[in-house]
Every structure is written in structure tokens, then in C-alpha cells.
């Protein structure tokens, strides 16, 4: 019998925590993929065929075929929305938890010490905002069988309300004077990135943690026009640019992701394009960068 979507929710846990409780870390994601990884390498000895001959007979130890170069790790791809009320999974997205892990559940597996590799944030008017988030686990599930939840969200009904998911057209952008764009834009893609370094101890198959080593971040705004072109060293901003994500018709502000997409005016301006066809206006784009760390 098949596994429906409906018995893998997604539940992300606080920074540095355990098992994430079913109701408050649940997440309303579209979309999961889970990827396992093994670090391995043939192993080549002179003289020795590793498998078998042209024949198929057995003529090396099977045992030896792979040697195995670093840990096992799965990469966990999550595709949500943002809703009001359920938003405390994405407190990893907050600037003090850079550097730390989360344990995730998708269904009944758990997959612990899981880093963020990147995130992304689409904004499209009359669209929901989606986020899709890219975690490495260093203790994912292993052994057992895919099984799903049977009682979900702790047996209750996910509060799911259109009213509260957070929409493009509902979100706005407070940039200044910011000498960018026009004061029409049409989609905001944001993107951060995350470079980490395993730790792994003498005498374990596993990493222990991930040393964050940096982050850099990115915003590409589509528009109908630029205020400047840029010079060889890109433009600085003049002020700083920043998008809310609103939800809840657009009257409130999401408390939990305030200052996630919030370039300071020492970022820069480093890519513009721009197009134009008859019968259309003028098309461009912006892309605006800043390293954080």
C-alpha cells in the first residue's frame, strides 16, 4: 500500500533542541525530498579485479569493492508557505541560530543535527511566499523502514486559513531612497547561504557538528526601470532595504521573520539586466548582495 502525502507532516524543532512537539514546530510544507549519501570511492588494487571477471565469476572480496571517506549524511529539501501561527519551526532563520542545528520530523522519522545549508524566499503578487529550505543531517535516520505519521498535528485538525497565509501582494518593500529601482516591482527573490565545515573526531563514523564558516546573502528584484547604472565596482546602497512579509489579509507583520530579508547600505548592487520588446514596457532586474559573516 502506498504512503499518502497527508501521513508525512513536517515538524521543524528549535535551535539546538530535541524532537520537535507536533503542534508548535509544525510546518505547512508542499513539498519534502530526502537524499542519502554515502562519501565513497572504488577501491583499485594493482593486480586484483575488484568484483568479477568477463565471466561473472566472483574474483575479489566484495567487502573491498568501496572504501568510505567520510560519514553518512541525507540532504533534506523543504518547500513551505508562511502562515501565521505556524511560524515558530522557522526560528533557525533568525540571526543568533545561524550556527546552530535543528532536529527534524518528517512523518515518524527523525533526522537529528540537521544544518542549513541555504534558504530561499520567493514574493510574486496574488502568490503565496514560499520558502524552500536545504538542511544536511548528520544523524539521519538509518535502518528501518519509510513509515508514515497516523496521527498527525497530535490527532487535531491543522488550522490551515487562507486569510493567514502571507501573499505577495500583502507583503511590501521599505527602501528609502535607495538608489535602485522604481516604485514598481513586480517579484522579490531572496536567498541565503550558509558555508559550513564538518567536524568529525577520531575514532567516530559521524561529525559531530558543523563550524559555520560564513554567510552571504542575496536579493534579485524585477522592476520597470533602474534609477542608476551601475559602475565597475557595482553601487552602494544609500539606505537600507527591507521587505516585510504580512499576512493576515496584510494587516499585521509577521513578528517571526521581521529583519529576514533586510539589506544594510553597505550592501551592494552588483548585477542589473535589462529588456524590452514592442507591445511591452521595459523590464529589469537588480541583484543586491551583502556577506553577514
Partial sequence: MSLPYSKFPVYIGQPGGSIPPEVQS????????????????????????????????????????????????????INCIFHTGMMSGLNFLKDPNQDN??????????????????????????????????????????G????????????????????????????????????????????????RSYTRSPVVNIGSATASEMLLDGIEEEMTIA?????????????????????????????AVMPDVVGLINFTNESRVLAESYSTQGGETLTTSATIKQIKL
Fill in 101 to 142: 542545528f535543528v532536529t527534524i520530523t518528517l512523518g515518524s522519522e527523525v533526522y537529528k543535527k540537521c544544518y542549513a545549508k541555504d534558504v530561499s524566499v520567493n514574493i510574486s503578487p496574488f502568490a503565496p511566499v514560499t520558502l524552500n529550505a536545504n538542511f544536511v543531517s548528520l544523524v539521519p535516520a538509518s
Fill in 223 to 251: 522592476s520597470t526601470g533602474l534609477q542608476n547604472l551601475i559602475s565597475f565596482s557595482g553601487d552602494a546602497l544609500s539606505t537600507n532595504l527591507q521587505v516585510f512579509i504580512c499576512g493576515v489579509g496584510g494587516t
Fill in 26 to 77: 509544525y510546518i505547512p510544507a508542499t513539498q519534502v525530498n530526502v537524499n542519502y549519501n554515502t562519501n565513497n570511492s572504488p577501491n583499485r588494487k594493482q593486480g586484483v579485479t575488484p568484483i568479477t571477471d568477463q565471466f561473472g565469476n566472483v574474483t575479489g572480496p566484495l567487502s573491498d569493492t568501496f572504501g568510505f571517506n567520510g560519514p553518512l549524511n541525507a540532504d533534506i529539501s
Fill in 144 to 191: 528501518g523502514t519509510i513509515t508514515g505519521d497516523n496521527n498527525p498535528y497530535a490527532g487535531s485538525s491543522v488550522p490551515l486559513d487562507s486569510e493567514a497565509v502571507a501573499y505577495g501582494h500583502t507583503c511590501f518593500l521599505s527602501a528609502g531612497n535607495a538608489n535602485v529601482l522604481n516604485d514598481t516591482q513586480s517579484q522579490i527573490t531572496f536567498k
